[in-house]
């Protein structure tokens, strides 16, 4: 099956998959940067500048990537990718601003998408395939969910970005079954409990170290809860496939839906602070936050100070992390360890 | 906006001609800033944001970004970033952005600060980081942020991207209806349009003036004259104000006076200018008798809305969606290579500038495809901190000596 890259989560990967396609989502690896330093400048943040570097090297073979508006960075990316590589190259114009006026923008975009996505493959996407990639990808998350309750696993969570989703749908599903058999999970929750916001972090490790330092972790990650969390009801597509006439089009209003509703990002403007909403109500049940953020992310360093300032308001201490790839993790575990000993 | 002048010493022995204009600006800009504390009603607007609708209501718009020009050309930047790097707004953000907070935090600035806001309306099409500046500054004021989401044009201008735009502009005169309680009153809008489309040309006009050979100006005149289009279009200002500097230019060339000395390469300038080094700039290239004939910058901000179009508000969705930093690299590629070969230029400066990513991620790509031979040179606009004197001097140098 041909792979189709993405780099930013509210890409549609169920059109991907849809047109027989398996999405793929790039992410930097742990790695110094040097081919990529003569087509981006230093300035920029490890993940677009890492995820260059891996196509540069020939790592990636995909047959193309997709591009979806969020920040300046991978706006321009876009471009730098397709000049130096033989992928397609798609930019798919998801809005910034995410008010309910702009859904309709959302809905022509993702049409345009699709006749993209048919173009690449040659062949038209039915209603059928969509709606079971829609529903593949709904339990796919809402299967990621469940076992984000009971135990995170963020290598299985890397898996489900990068791999084939069907086989890591099984994969998690098994994974849950079994961490239900277990009696003693409970018992193991560590006292303090963190919240981890920040954007991208394609390191497992990373998590690990702040549970082996005694956090019990949840997070708000780009990497991580924030794949797979949508606050839409899966119960509108199950009676779809009843209405064979216009299914294509429900399908396409629910994804539209679906990804307006995706857990939000300070890529996009919302009303009613929705963003901020979002993470101190996450933050309500910890104790701390750590900020997990890439050096150069604009987005993410704008929200920070006020961020910070609510959540200390709130009674949580805070400490930020910035990072650059290839970071070391000694170094992260002496600060995080400090940081538990403050609490 | 001030030129640099006290700490570089030596001005007697400058040999930068200065433009009588450059005076008339500066008064101009003045009353601009003085006019802000009066005004009743405010808001605060990005450059690239479409500045008519304000005018069009009597409102009074501020302009934060040319703000951080005037702090950057008195070298003030660092001194107002470490008010918001205090805050904790990361050094590594926009340095006009952490200006602007800088002195919202330590209520101050080289005008005396900057009028408090009753709405933000911003416009991404320069870039993202105003969206989040914006919404930081709101939060502060509690003031509400429109923001004017215009789709970026990769390749093609898509009908549906017109669509959305234009369906924003109606939103955004609901919006200002409803906050200022006032109806929204089209003769005066098309007023504004008219003066808007016709300080634009005669901006574009003494752009223009530098495809004369000598050149009767360098860029650095156009960048110290800015601000009149950035900020008063949509008034009868900037039309009165190029059409005299134009006349001076004009005579200028009469007289045969020209802005450097045996003019001998002739170049362009691409990105903002590094603001606290333009006359250490302006007296370097003069040595090297090199003209800055023209650059991208200032030419961004003359694009024409087409008024005579059946339906103006579309026209002018359509100009802002276009403007040179909303566009992909193969487009502004071309746009450059245009300029090139308006101003028969020889040579490009590119000044690779930390703080705005759109504006120089890609430039490594647009340097191997125009036509001709450039030279990368690393700064920031305002923070000095991020400069090097004697390195861009090598760098520059050694370019100049290859053309
Ligand atoms: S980490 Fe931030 S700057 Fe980098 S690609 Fe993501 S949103 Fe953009
Ligand atoms: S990022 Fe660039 S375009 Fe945006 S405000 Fe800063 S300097 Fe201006």
Redesign the interface.
Same mark, same amino acid.
């Given at each position: 099956m041909e792979k189709v890259g993405y780099l930013c989560t509210f890409t549609p990967k169920e059109l991907i998959w849809a047109a027989g396609f398996q999405p793929v989502r790039i992410l930097a690896l742990n790695q110094p940067v040097s081919l990529a330093n003569?087509?981006?400048?230093s300035?920029?943040c490890s993940q677009a500048r890492g995820s260059l570097e891996r196509m540069l090297k020939g790592e990636l073979n995909f047959y193309g990537v997709i591009f979806t @508006?969020?920040? $300046?960075?991978l706006? @321009?990316?876009? $471009?730098?990718w397709e000049?130096n590589s033989s992928m397609r190259v798609y930019?798919f114009?998801f809005?910034?601003?995410l008010h309910e006026?702009?859904i309709?923008?959302l809905r022509?975009?993702l049409y345009?998408l699709k006749s993209t996505l048919e173009g690449w493959s040659g062949k038209e996407i039915e209603a059928e395939e969509l709606i079971s990639s829609i529903k593949l990808y709904g339990e796919l998350e809402k299967t990621l969910n469940m076992l984000f309750e009971v135990q995170p696993d963020y290598e299985l969570l890397l898996k489900a970005q990068t791999q084939n989703p069907i086989e890591v749908l099984e994969e998690s599903k098994a994974k849950l079954e079994e961490l239900g058999r277990k009696e003693e999970l409970k018992s193991r929750l560590k006292s303090r409990k963190a919240l981890v916001t920040g954007s991208v972090c394609p390191f497992p490790g990373i998590m690990r170290l702040i549970s082996d330092s005694g956090f019990t972790v949840i997070d708000d990650l780009c990497t991580g809860s924030r794949f797979f969390t949508f606050d839409v009801e899966y119960a509108g597509i199950n009676s779809i496939e009843n209405s064979v006439e216009n299914s294509v089009e429900e399908a396409i209003d629910f994804l539209a839906k679906k990804y307006f509703q995706k857990a939000p990002c300070?890529?996009k403007?919302y009303e009613n602070e929705r963003r901020f909403n979002y993470v101190l109500n996450k933050a309500k049940e910890v104790d701390a936050v750590i900020f997990l953020l890439l050096?150069?992310c604009?987005?993410h360093?704008?929200?920070?100070?006020?961020l910070?300032e609510k959540l200390e308001a709130m009674g949580k201490r805070t400490l930020l992390l910035?990072l650059e790839f290839p970071v070391s993790e000694e170094q992260l575990r002496t600060r995080i360890e400090a940081f538990y000993e403050t609490l | 906006m001030e030129s640099e002048t006290k700490s570089e010493g030596k001005p007697s022995k400058s040999k930068i001609k200065k433009l009588k204009a450059t005076k008339r600006m500066q008064d101009i800009m003045l009353g601009y800033y003085l006019q802000g504390r009066q005004a009743e009603r405010v808001g605060w607007v990005t450059s690239g944001a479409p500045v008519e609708f304000l005018y069009a209501m009597d409102i009074y718009p501020v302009y934060p970004e040319n703000h951080g020009a005037l702090i950057g050309a008195s070298k003030q930047g660092p001194y107002f970033s470490s008010f918001a790097e205090e805050?904790?707004?990361?050094q590594?953000?926009?340095s006009y952005?952490r200006c602007d907070l800088g002195c919202i935090f330590s209520e101050t600035s080289p005008v005396g600060g900057l009028p408090r806001p009753d709405f933000l309306l911003?416009c991404?099409n320069i870039?993202?980081?105003v969206?989040?500046?914006y919404?930081?500054v709101g939060?502060i004021y509690k003031a509400p942020?429109f923001?004017l989401?215009i789709?970026?044009v990769?390749?093609e201008l898509?009908e549906?991207?017109i669509?959305?735009v234009e369906?924003?502009l109606y939103?955004f005169i609901g919006f200002l209806e409803k906050t200022y309680d006032t109806e929204f009153d089209e003769g005066k809008f098309k007023n504004v349009l008219r003066l808007s489309i016709e300080g634009v040309q005669s901006y574009g006009d003494v752009l223009s003036m530098g495809k004369h050979k000598p050149s009767p100006l360098t860029c650095f005149d156009a960048f110290l004259n800015m601000a009149p289009i950035v900020c008063l279009r949509g008034t009868e200002v900037p039309s009165i104000f190029y059409a005299e500097m134009r006349q001076e230019l004009e005579s200028r060339i009469k007289q045969g006076i020209f802005a450097v000395d045996d003019e001998k390469y002739r170049l362009l300038w691409d990105n903002i200018p590094v603001w606290y080094r333009m006359r250490w700039l302006s007296e370097f290239f003069i040595e090297k008798k090199a003209c800055m004939v023209a650059d991208t910058y200032t030419n961004a901000w003359t694009a024409l809305i087409d008024i005579n179009k059946k339906n103006p508000i579309r026209s002018l969705a359509e100009t802002y969606i276009g403007i040179y930093l909303n566009i992909?690299?193969?487009l502004m590629v071309d746009a450059i290579n245009e300029l090139i070969d308006k101003f028969d230029v020889d040579g490009v400066i590119i000044h690779?500038n930390?703080s705005c990513?759109?504006y120089?991620?890609?430039?490594?790509?647009i340097q191997r495809m125009l036509e001709v031979p450039s030279v990368i040179i690393e700064a920031d606009m305002t923070d000095s901190r991020a400069f090097s004197e004697s390195q861009v001097e090598t760098r520059l140098e050694a370019f100049l000596e290859t053309i």
């Open positions: 003569s087509h981006l400048q300035y920029s @508006r969020s920040c $300046d960075t706006m @321009r990316l876009a $471009d730098i000049k930019n114009e809005p910034t601003k006026s702009s309709g923008f022509r975009e345009d300070p890529t403007n050096k150069f604009e987005p360093f704008f929200d920070y100070p006020q910070r910035e | 805050k904790g707004f990361s590594d953000l926009c952005a911003a991404n870039c993202n980081t969206v989040k500046w919404e930081v939060r942020v923001l989401d789709p970026f990769r390749k898509k549906s991207y669509d959305y369906n924003q939103d992909g690299l193969d690779s930390r990513k759109p120089s991620f890609g430039q490594y790509e």
